[in-house]
Every structure is written in C-alpha cells, then in structure tokens.
T-cell receptor, first 112, second 112 residues
Framework: RKEVEQDPGPFNVPEGATVAFNCTYSNSASQSFFWYRQDCRKEPKLLMSVYSSGNEDGRFTAQLNRASQYISLLIRDSKLSDSATYLCVVISNSNSGYALNFGKGTSLLVTP | DAGITQSPRHKVTETGTPVTLRCHQTENHRYMYWYRQDPGHGLRLIHYSYGVKDTDKGEVSDGYSVSRSKTEDFLLTLESATSSQTSVYFC???????????FGNGTRLTVT
C-alpha cells in the first residue's frame, strides 16, 4: 500500500460548486499534514496546514480523520482560478527519522 | 514567499555530460531537498540535507550527487546525464521538521 494516496481526478466542476478531495495515509503515527496547490508548470505552493480540530481559510476547509486515516480539503464556491492540482503531504516519524510523503495530486478543473 | 532561487530555470544537455543545478536560499533554513517531478510519479525525493555537509539519499538517488558547503546553497549534480533524467527538478527548504516545505520555482532539464 502506498504511503499516501489521492484520487488523481480530474474533478470537473462548474463555477460556484463545492468540491471535496480526500487523501488517505497508511502510517497511523503520521503527525503533520498539509495541502499544497500546484499550477501547471509551476512549483507546489503551500495552501494550508491541517490541524486535528479542522481549520478553515476563507473558502477552504481542511479536516483530519485520524480514525480512518485521511485528510480532506473542501473548496466552497469554486472559482475558475481554483483550477490546479492539489497535493497532500503527510509527515511521519519513525525509528529512522522523519519521512515526508507526497500524494500524486488531484486535478481540479473549474469550468464557467 | 520564501527566498529560494533555482538556477538555471531551463537547461538542455546531451547524454553523458555532467550537469549541476543550484539551489540558493536566503532563509537560513536547516533543511534542503531536491525532488524530481514526472508525469505519473508525482514528486520523488532525490537527496536531502539537514545541515552543512550533512546529506542523505532519497528514494531516487541513483545517478545523482549533492553537496552543501554553505547553509544557503545546495547543489545537485548529474555526473553523466541520461535521457531518463529529463524531468522538472524542484528544490525545497524547511526550517524544522515537521514544518511544511517551501519550493523553488523549478528547473526544467532536458537530456537529449
């Protein structure tokens, strides 16, 4: 089983829609979680951290479900400019040190 | 945005030639990473550094070497470039673990 898995999509949604992505992780000892956004031919940029209690930043909400070992990203009122690939990152600690694991990304296309 | 610069931005080289990519940061961050990103594979860690002269291998380190003689610079060298090393290379930095990474804007390398 891969360390971190994401549905590659693409998710095609109309402007104004609400869309949610999940990211599952295999290591129950994982401790830090992040969502990144990557535009075509650009570098990944940190979108938001994911806190245990869930957190919100404008139209974006991130949640962590430790019992089921996944994190989620909810985007409300989608904009055309939200079209991008969304990567999840999970940091785990083990006897051999910290490991950062990236998902392969979920592609979102918001259409007019 | 984190002060991180990659050079060159684009490079075309021939098989068998040596290539060095540079990552320069102005954040005085301890950790520096080199990733490559290819379609279908996502981001894969090549090498990372946890301090001056302290480096370690990632999951796809074969054919690559790194050096870090100063906090601000992390060099990635392809001793003898191969076509399979055609990719987009991203450098990333972080101040601590488990903190999020911040990425440079990438180097697009083509090996002909």
């Amino acid at each position: 089983r891969k360390e971190v898995e994401q549905d590659p999509g693409p998710f095609n949604v109309p402007e104004g829609a609400t869309v949610a992505f999940n990211c599952t992780y295999s290591n129950s000892a994982s401790q830090s979680f992040f969502w990144y956004r990557q535009d075509c031919r650009k570098e990944p940029k940190l979108l938001m951290s994911v806190y245990s209690s869930g957190n919100e930043d404008g139209r974006f909400t991130a949640q962590l479900n430790r019992a089921s070992q996944y994190i989620s990203l909810l985007i409300r009122d989608s904009k055309l400019s939200d079209s991008a690939t969304y990567l999840c990152v999970v940091i785990s600690n083990s006897n051999s040190g910290y490991a950062l694991n990236f998902g392969k990304g979920t592609s979102l296309l918001v259409t007019p | 945005d984190a002060g991180i610069t990659q050079s060159p931005r684009h490079k075309v080289t021939e098989t068998g030639t040596p290539v060095t990519l540079r990552c320069h940061q102005t954040e005085n961050h301890r950790y520096m990473y080199w990733y490559r990103q290819d379609p279908g594979h996502g981001l894969r860690l090549i090498h990372y550094s946890y301090g001056v002269k302290d480096t370690d291998k990632g999951e796809v380190s074969d054919g690559y070497s790194v050096s870090r003689s100063k906090t601000e610079d992390f060099l990635l060298t392809l001793e003898s470039a191969t076509s399979s090393q055609t990719s987009v290379y991203f450098c990333a930095i972080s101040g601590a673990i488990p903190s999020p990474l911040h990425f440079g804007n990438g180097t697009r390398l083509t090996v002909t």
